[in-house]
């Protein structure tokens, strides 16, 4: 079974620049997360999808970050305009959804730096 | 709210010394518990996990117990390797709810 791809794997931009990472999740994942991991720190949710809705943005930084998920299969996580404190890793995660205590699986990440 | 609270890090041991990464956490519900690990430049992978009180997940020689009344959810391993060498992060969700909350994850550095 495949995994959850993400790509790019690594970008570094000038700040005040954009940045859009795209993710495709488990075939069949309902459920799709962003997680950003800043160095030194456990990931904290950006987001989180159900099918092609948001369940979570809470913790989304509205006036700089987006994301969407049209269809409901891939997903487009966009930064803009990025800022030195958004170097970090942004992980895409998606789970079956049939039940709460299913396993999420992770992506390997894309790794900004905003210089 | 909920959150989990990890040991500092980094630990450092021997080739086949004996770990133990603390983990405590405050829930508002009922919590799942897992274990992922993080190595050099790759993603989280699951470790392991236990979704009731006194459950016992284990994987790879890995163990942590879940005890609801001091709740925590320690990882344990009887002899590291140097391939264990890792971050490794405690979580938690809660029922209802989808999402996965982390500790701030807990480097362990294992020496030949």
């Known amino acids: 079974e495949a995994g959850v791809a993400q790509s790019p794997r690594y970008k570094i931009i000038e700040k005040r620049q954009s940045v859009a990472f795209w993710c495709n999740p488990i075939?069949?994942?309902?459920?799709l997360y962003w997680y950003q991991q800043i160095l030194g720190q456990g990931p904290k949710l950006l987001i989180q999808?159900?099918?092609?809705?948001?369940?979570?943005d809470s913790q989304l930084p509205k006036d700089r970050f987006s994301a969407e998920r049209l269809k409901g299969v891939d997903s487009t996580l966009k930064i803009q305009p990025a800022k030195l404190e958004d170097s970090a890793v942004y992980l895409c995660?998606?789970?079956?959804?049939?039940?709460?205590?299913?396993?999420?699986?992770f992506g390997e990440g894309s790794w900004l730096t905003v210089v | 709210g909920n959150s989990v609270t990890q040991m500092e890090g980094p630990v450092t041991l021997s080739e086949e010394a004996f770990l133990t990464i603390n983990c405590t956490y405050t829930?508002?519900?009922?919590?799942?518990l897992f274990w992922y690990v993080q190595y050099p430049g790759e993603g989280l992978q699951l470790l392991l996990k236990?979704?009731?009180?006194?459950d016992k997940g284990s994987n790879k020689g890995f163990e942590a117990t879940y005890r609801k009344e001091t709740t925590s959810f320690h990882l344990e391993k009887g002899s590291v390797q140097v391939s264990d060498s890792a971050v490794y992060f405690c979580?938690?969700?809660?029922?209802?709810?989808?999402?996965?909350?982390f500790g701030t994850g807990t480097r362990l550095l294992v020496s030949p």
């Open positions: 979580a938690l969700t809660i029922t209802g709810f989808q999402k996965l909350v």
């Open positions: 999808f159900q099918n092609n809705g948001v369940v979570d």
């Open positions: 075939s069949g994942h309902a459920t």
């Open positions: 236990a979704t009731k009180a006194d």
């Open positions: 995660a998606s789970r079956p959804g049939g039940s709460w205590s299913d396993t999420i699986y």
């Open positions: 829930a508002t519900g009922y919590p799942s």
